[in-house]
């Protein structure tokens, strides 16, 4: 089963920033959609922000505008920085990758990385 590997986050101020990056390892691994969902408090997991295996970028309408997600396709990563992060930020972010598996595509998840945002 694949593993992602996930970096980044931590604790923030309101108003500050943080990056955060995942990796799909391995080599002659396709890889389509990558992104990041997160988790608040309580709260579903929900989408942040995602772009596709044809570069189709989606975000959250919470995030537009504050977070930018990129992706090296070369090197199956995806990263996600943060900037003028707000208290409403705050929870676990989860790295997503759909991978092509025995003819098919299967989303597998990282373990989580936690963010906090604190005024």
């Known amino acids: 089963q694949e593993q992602l590997v996930e970096s980044g986050g931590g604790s923030v101020q309101v108003g500050g920033s943080l990056s955060l990056s995942c990796a799909v390892p391995?080599?002659?691994?396709?890889?389509?959609?990558m992104g990041w969902h997160r988790q608040a408090p309580g709260k579903q997991r929900d989408l942040v922000a995602t772009?596709?295996?044809?570069?189709?970028?989606k975000y959250a309408d919470s995030v537009k505008g504050r977070f930018t997600v990129s992706r090296d396709y070369a090197k199956n990563t995806v990263a996600l920085d943060m900037k003028n992060l707000k208290v409403e930020d705050t929870g676990v972010y989860y790295c997503?990758?759909?991978?092509?598996?025995?003819?098919?595509?299967?989303?597998?998840w990282g373990k989580g990385t936690p963010v906090t945002v604190s005024s």
């Open positions: 772009i596709a295996g044809a570069r189709a970028i």
């Open positions: 391995g080599s002659r691994i396709v890889v389509n959609t």
């Open positions: 997503l990758a759909e991978i092509w598996k025995r003819g098919a595509w299967v989303e597998y």
